[in-house]
T-cell receptor, first 110, second 115 residues
Framework: QKEVEQNSGPLSVPEGAIASLNCTYS??????FFWYRQYSGKSPELIMS????GDKEDGRFTAQLNKASQYVSLLIRDSQPSDSATYLC??????????FGSGTKLNVKP | DTGVSQDPRHKITKRGQNVTFRCDPI?????LYWYRQTLGQGPEFLTY????????KSRLLSDRFSAERPKGSFSTLEIQRTEQGDSAMYLC?????????????FGPGTRLTVL
């Protein structure tokens, strides 16, 4: 079983719609959760972090965490073509070790 | 505030050669991580340093790989006797112990091609 699982996609949404990206993790001891955006050929860019159950909003982005279900999600409101990228979910456990999912590719169609 | 920098950005080498990559973290960050990423996969942990101490090394990392951070600032990753399977993007990330949840910031990466 992988530490972090993501649907590889691609997830296609029309411009202006809400994109919903999901991630599950295997270790209940995971402490912090992160979403990174990665454009093709570029390195990952941190966009959101969440540590407590519930929702955390930052601009058009909302991260949701449910530790009981070992589930993390990222909602992108008013999706733009510039949001088209691969979104990586990462979890931190064992204090300072990070595990990444394989990413979900998002396509936002104009 | 400059971000994480890596050098070189691209490296093409022949099988069997040694290569060395450099990472300069964000200046006040005392933790430094190396990852490897192949197409369609997420970054895979290789090793990490807190200051100059190498605290963990992936069991997947063969003894051809070695990393150093001699003065707790920049770090180098060396791959000896490169193999075609080493072709990947090598990413460096840094973070601060003062950040409550150890948020990591990545450099631009070094893309290695082994012919």
């Amino acid at each position: 079983q992988k530490e972090v699982e993501q649907n590889s996609g691609p997830l296609s949404v029309p411009e202006g719609a809400i994109a919903s990206l999901n991630c599950t993790y295997s270790d209940r001891g995971s402490q912090s959760f992160f979403w990174y955006r990665q454009y093709s050929g570029k390195s990952p860019e941190l966009i959101m972090s969440i540590y407590s159950n519930g929702d955390k909003e930052d601009g058009r982005f909302t991260a949701q965490l449910n530790k009981a279900s070992q589930y993390v999600s990222l909602l992108i409101r008013d999706s733009q073509p510039s949001d088209s990228a691969t979104y990586l979910c990462a979890v931190r456990r064992n204090f300072n070790k990070f595990y990444f999912g394989s990413g979900t590719k998002l396509n936002v169609k104009p | 505030d400059t971000g994480v920098s890596q050098d070189p950005r691209h490296k093409i080498t022949k099988r069997g050669q040694n290569v060395t990559f450099r990472c300069d973290p964000i200046s006040e960050h005392n933790r430094l991580y190396w990852y490897r990423q192949t197409l369609g996969q997420g970054p895979e942990f290789l090793t990490y340093f807190q200051n100059e101490a190498q605290l963990e090394k992936s069991r997947l990392l063969s003894d051809r790989f070695s990393a150093e951070r001699p003065k707790g600032s920049f770090s180098t990753l060396e791959i000896q006797r490169t193999e075609q399977g080493d072709s990947a993007m090598y990413l460096c990330a840094s973070s601060s112990t003062r950040a409550s949840h150890n948020e990591q910031f990545f450099g631009p990466g070094t893309r290695l091609t082994v012919l």
